[in-house]
């Protein structure tokens, strides 16, 4: 097992801050279930590469690494940045965290019936009792556990902030909602911050949401985020959800998505993940209604040393579901990345129809792929499949180009964005896919 | 279902379940040293080969039974079973070193493989297969020796071939799968009984088929044989393998230790047709089938083929491989694994890709039916000197029922970026329409059901040879009566 006692003092500062303004029945639960929480990882660790769901991503480094509070955030780094300007560029109604903590200041938030919008912190310290009676409507997802559970009880034990939406019966916002999670400033120690998120869409519902993860400048020994958000999708609700991982070189990155879906809801989910030396995301689609829809797509772009880890699960528990995805990656240098996908499809679920691809373009011969796409198949009637294909770039594709005068980097720059874009344009909330196409145009493939 | 109808059923989906009365010499239940001396020793072994057999024990000791698999089952009291069963021969005497020819045999023994359909006469030369017959611990036989004689292919049990042959078993042996591989294949390096070499010379094809029939007869026993090929330079060979066991309440273990070597040149054809006893509906008796096969391309050009059809066991726990050592090799692996009942198959392949231009496929074929369980597992590794490599992948699985599982768990690992590897897996029905379709034609249910499972199997039943292929055809259909309707 993988140790945190490197994290003992995070742990109780955090603790500490919570009872000096943590009060009422979810004060209380909240105490109970980061000291749970906290015990229960004491005991376990974090997972090691002999656990099947890790066995290519290693964890130890962190049990390393010296961790101290999150440094003071540096206004004139968010204002001056070009990757965070970069990040302010959606038009949309916005949510900013920046080491953790919520920024009012750089914040636009809705004001509109029936969509609520708040960051946690301000529920905490119990600053609007209309945030806590709505608070109440969705406590019970924010206890949701999902991912690996060790992972979660990290996140559960060290969360200072977050955010939490609800959009109510048939309401939906005129713009996406934009949530930032930055990172900025100096420290020769490491930190972490660990957001914990929930988004309840009721019946009818809509909405466009964007989770941006950003770091940047000098961070010593560097940072790890842990985001966890739990989403549930009332009937007929939709949710065109976008996350980009963008994180600092030195900076680590973990996710975890779950998405429970009733009755005839939509769920279309992008990640995309650039910047980070280590990056794992999860995502864990239970479908538990009739006729739902999901399409959860992920793009990676690899160089350097970086590690990516995506893992998909995604659950058909009633009949007549539909569920796509399709999982990109093109790897450089000597970088390494990693697909797991899951399908399972339970005795009751039939006339499901579901499928899986993964690909990837190999540019460097150091690069490695590991990609385990898995089938559990439990009713006969229902439409299964998975492919996963992984090469380098077609030579006679370069031809075609070279035939064209075009030069062999310029073409392979082409045909890499071409095979990129082909998961962001599965994204089909316009606005979104333009901001992550923005992102992804940064890469230089110097091939 | 009334008990007797019930029955009747299972007569005839198992027909290979009867017991086989002959005297037999085993030794008392349980596992230690002791026991592995006195296994060395009935089968007169030298010194190195004891060694071998206690280094193994001293690993296994320090393993814990591996639990990964998408199975179910109680634990195993490796204490609870004996180690060794031999049938006495004719004159009652113990089989030392095994019977000398075929007439030393005891009749029930010959008319078993008689019933089995396997031509243990010579005389019956039409049916051009050589066999290795296999009962419970020992080799009973093997047929044609002289004909493969005259060309040089060495095709004998193992524990005559460590006697006769030290040489080449020295050097070949526990090289492919050494005991410290795995807890089921250090257990069989440990305890294994007999088995069958084969060793074909430098340029020569081999004349007809060898064959291995493996039959478990004694109750209460486990059967761990270790096959060993050796294809020199050049050479070519198909080899056959099947297995039966008599229907018994108690659970059966099988542990075998599979190596194929093929060096430069050579072609090694591996088919088995696995029908050990299933257990009955409710999951009761059977077989445990752990076993690990694996062969090495280890000369330039080389290939190895494994073929599979997997009808039988109560559990089934193989993964047939190939390391792809030498340039130009080439590896494949087709199987159809066929579940029913309350059966539990986990079966794949493992293709390690270290030469340049090494060349894989795997096709894969699960029909579940009724209560089971069928996965399939497997592994595509290309490391960074496998330049070129390519690997295509295909695993259908069809469903049979509604209270049946197909699982699909590919791992795919790949270090070089020359290489190419493709993965597609489905997994779908018999549906309606089909049927409705056949049927409108004036085919009768069953026909229709042969017929579609058939299509279905097709990519690999053509690999098999002719015989083989007869029989896997037969048993699949067989094995589906009364599972659809």
Request: hydrophobic letters at 35%; a negative charge.
């Amino acid at each position: 097992m993988i140790s945190t006692n490197n994290l003992d003092s995070i742990f109780n500062e955090g603790l500490k801050g919570l009872q000096s303004y943590g009060r009422g029945d979810f004060g209380e639960r909240l105490l109970k279930e980061k000291q749970n929480s906290w015990g229960r990882l004491q005991e376990s660790g974090l997972p090691t590469t002999k656990k099947e769901s890790w066995k290519y991503t290693d964890l130890s480094t962190l049990s390393k690494k010296e961790f101290a509070p999150a440094p003071a955030i540096e206004m004139d780094v968010l204002e001056s940045d070009p990757k965070i300007l970069r990040g302010f560029s959606l038009d949309a109604y916005r949510l900013v965290f920046a080491n953790g903590v919520y920024i009012p200041g750089l914040s636009h938030l809705p004001v509109v019936t029936g969509v609520s919008v708040t960051a946690f912190s301000e529920v905490i310290m119990g600053m609007n009792s209309d945030q806590i009676e709505n608070f109440k409507k969705v406590e019970d997802t924010y206890y949701i556990k999902h991912g690996e559970a060790s992972m979660d009880d990290l996140n559960s034990s060290l969360t200072e902030d977050g955010y939490w939406i609800r959009v109510a019966k048939n309401q939906k916002l005129d713009k996406p909602l934009h949530v930032l999670h930055l990172c900025a400033g100096e420290s020769s120690k490491a930190w972490t911050q660990s957001p914990k998120s929930v988004v309840v869409l009721e019946t009818g519902s809509e909405l466009e949401l964007v989770e941006s993860c950003i770091g940047s400048g000098d961070h010593g020994q560097g940072y790890f985020q842990n985001v966890f958000t739990t989403i549930e999708l009332g009937a007929n609700a939709r949710l065109k959800y976008s996350k980009l991982v963008d994180e600092f070189e030195s900076g680590h990155h973990f996710g975890s998505v779950k998405c429970n879906m009733q009755r005839d809801s939509f769920f279309e989910a992008t990640s995309v993940s650039l910047g980070g030396e280590l990056i794992r995301n999860d995502i864990q689609v239970d479908i538990l209604g009739e006729g739902a829809e999901a399409h959860v797509n992920g793009l990676y772009l690899t160089k350097g040393s970086q590690h990516v880890d995506n893992h998909t699960e995604i659950r058909h528990a009633k009949p007549n579901g539909l569920s796509r995805q399709l999982y990109k990656g093109i790897l450089d240098d000597q970088s390494r990345a990693v697909f797991n996908g899951k399908i399972t499809i339970d005795q009751e679920a039939q006339r499901t129809d579901s499928s899986q691809l993964n690909q990837n373009l190999l540019l460097s011969s150091k690069a490695e792929i590991d990609s385990k796409p898995e089938l559990e198949v439990s009713a006969d009637d229902v439409k299964a499949n998975h492919g996963s294909a992984s090469g380098p770039l077609d030579k006679s594709e370069v031809f075609y180009f070279n035939s064209r005068a075009i030069s062999e980097d310029e073409a392979t720059k082409m045909i890499a964005r071409g095979f990129a874009m082909d998961v962001l344009y599965k994204q089909t909330a316009e606005d979104s896919r333009k901001y992550l196409i923005q992102f992804v145009d940064q890469i230089d493939w110097n091939v | 279902m009334s008990d007797v109808a019930q029955n009747v059923k299972k007569q005839r989906e198992y027909k290979h379940g009867f017991i086989t009365k002959v005297e037999v010499d085993a030794i008392e239940k349980g596992l230690n040293e002791d026991v592995i001396r006195l296994i060395s020793q009935k089968k007169n072994e030298p010194e190195w080969m004891l060694e071998y057999r206690l280094k193994a024990f001293e690993h296994w000791q320090t393993l814990d039974e591996p639990t990964w698999a998408d199975v179910d089952y109680p634990q195993i009291d490796f204490q609870d079973i004996s180690y060794y069963s031999a049938p006495k021969t004719k004159e009652g005497e113990e089989a030392k070193e095994g019977p000398k020819s075929l007439e030393d045999l005891d009749p029930e023994l010959i008319k078993t493989f008689e019933k089995l359909g396997i031509p243990i006469q010579e005389q019956k030369r039409i049916s051009g297969v050589a066999v290795d017959m296999v009962f419970d611990s020992v080799s009973i036989g093997t047929t044609h020796k002289e004909m493969l004689d005259e060309v040089g292919v060495i095709f004998c049990s193992i524990s005559e071939a460590v006697q006769e042959h030290p040489e080449l078993v020295k050097k070949y042996f526990g090289k492919v799968v050494p005991y410290r591989d795995n807890f089921y294949a250090a257990l069989n390096a440990a305890v294994f009984t007999d088995g069958s070499f084969c060793y074909i010379p430098k340029g020569v094809k081999c004349p007809m088929d060898l064959s291995t029939y493996f039959r478990i007869n004694a109750a209460e026993t486990g059967q761990f044989e270790r096959t060993l090929v050796v294809a020199d330079e050049g050479s070519f060979v198909n080899y056959l393998e099947g297995c039966t066991a008599p229907m018994r309440d108690e659970k059966q273990l099988h542990a075998a230790v599979v190596e194929l070597i093929a060096l430069d040149d050579a072609e090694i054809n591996y088919s088995t047709v696995q029908n050990w006893y299933p257990g009955n509906s409710e999951g009761k008796g059977g077989v445990y089938n752990f076993v690990t096969k694996r062969g090495r391309c280890q000369g330039k050009n080389s290939k190895i083929s494994w073929t599979q059809v997997e009808a039988g066991s109560a559990i089934t726990w193989k993964y047939p491989s190939c390391i792809l050592q030498g340039e130009n090799s080439q590896g494949a692996f087709y199987s159809v694994a066929m579940t029913h009942d309350k059966m539990q198959a986990d079966t794949g392949t493992k293709m390690i890709h270290i030469g340049k231009n090494t060349k894989s496929t795997i096709i894969s074929k699960g029909i579940s039916a009724d209560g089971s369980k069928n996965s399939y597992r497997g592994l595509v590794k290309v490391l960074p000197s496998a330049t070129n490599a390519r690997n295509y992948t295909q695993c259908d699985s069809m469903l049979v029922g509604d209270k049946c599982a197909a699982n699909t768990f590919p791992y795919i690992e790949m270090k070089n970026k020359t290489a190419k590897v493709e993965h597609e897996a489905s997994t779908s029905r018999i549906s309606a329409d089909q049927l409705f379709y056949l049927q409108s034609r004036g085919l009768d249910m069953e026909d229709c059901i042969a017929m579609l499972v058939n299509g279905f199997c097709k990519d690999v039943f053509k690999q098999l040879p002719l015989e083989f292929s007869v029989e896997a055809v037969k048993l699949i259909e067989m094995k589906l009566e009364n599972s659809i309707g």
